[in-house]
């Protein structure tokens, strides 16, 4: 249980969301863009950088490794790289918080490196499984110990030499298959990855806008040891993660009419935009282009009657930061809708499928979890009270969303974490019309 510590918020059903949104930069697109600028050759422009404590973490780890990171305005960095060999020794742990994305990314940097270090994190990242990195890193030459059950800090063993591996993946996993990537730019010869269903290819097209080619051939992609980057500059689309919440939110209340500017529509991530309009959703992608290699678009989302759907079980990596947000349109759409194939919620910042489950639930939600989704069955109105994060940003943010269909306030506890992803989320909300206050957990109203 999480109440008692933070900030929680109070939330109020209200009137249409309405207006134009900007919601901030990538967090994938963030992490990888200091990652490479800072082991690239030459002076590195990142506009649109996520300023959100998972991204700052990693700027931060980078730092203490030697790399000039100059913040000239929000949003914006100038990242002085220092080359592939050109990092040195942190003096402490490098403290990844709460980002699974900097720990399993930077554990396939390190491995490569001539010194140790030793990466951790809070305590819900102390939780999560770094096995799935720490075996195939292994296999290439890597020396990485975690705690029992694989999970961190990791200790990371410098001077280790690597060889490029042929390396198909058990689960789906962005993070996982970037880590073997990144720890093959060092190592000899080739290192390639096969996904079981492809996930973002952020790492894969960054690399390419640093001068190193990836082969890509179906879901493989193969890196070749000992290529120099090359300092270019990043335009981080808005992250689409971010807009869904407002996805749901504006499809759900009746009257809404919303557009989000600029957003990044990569395949790979745009799974829950699929699955609100096989639910009935109004939403249509207006001014289409690309924005630093990756495709975006605004969207406008208009409200709409949302029915339930079974969501096929290949989109799941296209969707699988989206499902607590999933989960609040399908509590309040008609009909059931079906999750299978989603056994990963489990093992993220939180057990997503079981904090959403007790939060939808306490607000009156009609569902059942099972070991790898959900059978959710719709109602018209929850009811609202008191729920909790988990600790969860985007659990929080959903919860604040399913309040928006509640015939009374809802209290969320433990919100603090959504800093990592969407800092500015009460400002914009509040902005799209949205009732939303911060109260400290310890507050009684
Ligand atoms: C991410 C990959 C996904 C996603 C996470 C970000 C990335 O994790 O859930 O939020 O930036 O590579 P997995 O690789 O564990 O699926």
């Not at 914006?76 to 790289?81: A, Q, S, T, V």
């Not at 894969?204 to 080619?213: C, D, I, K, R």
């Not at 890196?223 to 407002?246: H, K, Q």
Request: aromatic share 4%; glycine share 12%; hydrophobic share 45%.
């Amino acid at each position: 249980m999480s109440a008692g510590a933070g900030n929680a918020w109070i939330v109020r059903a209200g009137g249409p969301l309405r207006g134009c949104l900007r919601v901030p930069g990538d967090k994938s697109v963030s992490h990888r863009a200091v990652m490479l600028a800072s082991i690239a050759e030459g002076t590195s422009r990142v506009h649109g950088f996520l300023e959100g404590a998972d991204t700052l973490a990693t700027a931060a780890a980078f730092r203490a490794m030697g790399v000039r990171i100059e913040a000239p305005a929000p949003s914006e960095r100038i990242i002085h790289g220092v080359g592939l060999h050109g990092l040195s020794a942190a003096s402490q742990a490098l403290d990844c918080g709460n980002a699974g994305t900097a720990m399993r990314l930077l554990s396939g940097l390190l491995a490569a490196q001539r010194f140790d270090s030793v990466l951790t994190g809070d305590d819900s990242l102390r939780k999560r499984p770094m096995r799935r990195v720490i075996e195939p890193l292994t296999q290439m030459g890597a020396r990485i110990d975690g705690e029992p059950g694989g999970l961190p800090p990791l200790r990371i063993q410098g001077g280790a030499v690597l060889t490029g591996i042929d390396y198909a993946l058990p689960v789906a996993s962005a993070q996982v298959k970037s880590a073997l990537l990144l720890a093959g730019l060092y190592a000899r010869g080739d290192t390639t990855v096969t996904e079981p269903h492809p996930t973002r290819d952020y790492t894969e097209s960054m690399l390419a806008a640093f001068g190193v080619p990836v082969q890509r051939h179906g879901n493989s992609a193969r890196v070749r040891g000992g290529m120099p980057l090359s300092a270019t500059r990043i335009d981080v689309p808005a992250d689409f993660s971010s807009a869904g919440f407002f996805l749901v939110a504006a499809s759900l209340v009746p009257g809404s009419d919303l557009l989000l500017e600029a957003v990044g529509i990569n395949p790979r991530r745009t799974g829950l935009l699929d699955t609100l309009i096989d639910m009935g959703g109004d939403i249509t992608l207006e001014n289409r282009r690309v924005l630093g290699g990756e495709p975006v678009a605004d969207i406008r989302v208009r409200a709409a009657r949302l029915h339930g759907i079974s969501v096929p079980v290949e989109r799941v990596p296209d969707m699988i930061d989206e499902f607590p947000a999933l989960f609040v349109a399908a509590a309040c759409a008609e009909g059931e809708t079906r999750v299978t194939g989603a056994a990963e919620l489990r093992v993220k910042e939180s057990d997503r499928i079981g904090v959403m489950a007790a939060g939808l639930r306490a607000l009156g939600a009609d569902l059942e979890e099972t070991a790898d989704g959900a059978i959710l069955r719709g109602r018209k109105q929850l009811v609202g009270g008191r729920v909790d994060s988990g600790t969860d940003h985007r659990c929080a943010m959903s919860l604040a969303v399913a309040a928006l269909c509640c015939s009374e306030s809802v209290r969320i506890d433990a919100v603090d974490n959504v800093a990592t992803s969407f800092p500015d989320f009460e400002k914009i909300a509040i902005s799209a019309g949205i009732e939303i206050e911060m109260i400290p957990c310890t507050a009684t109203k």
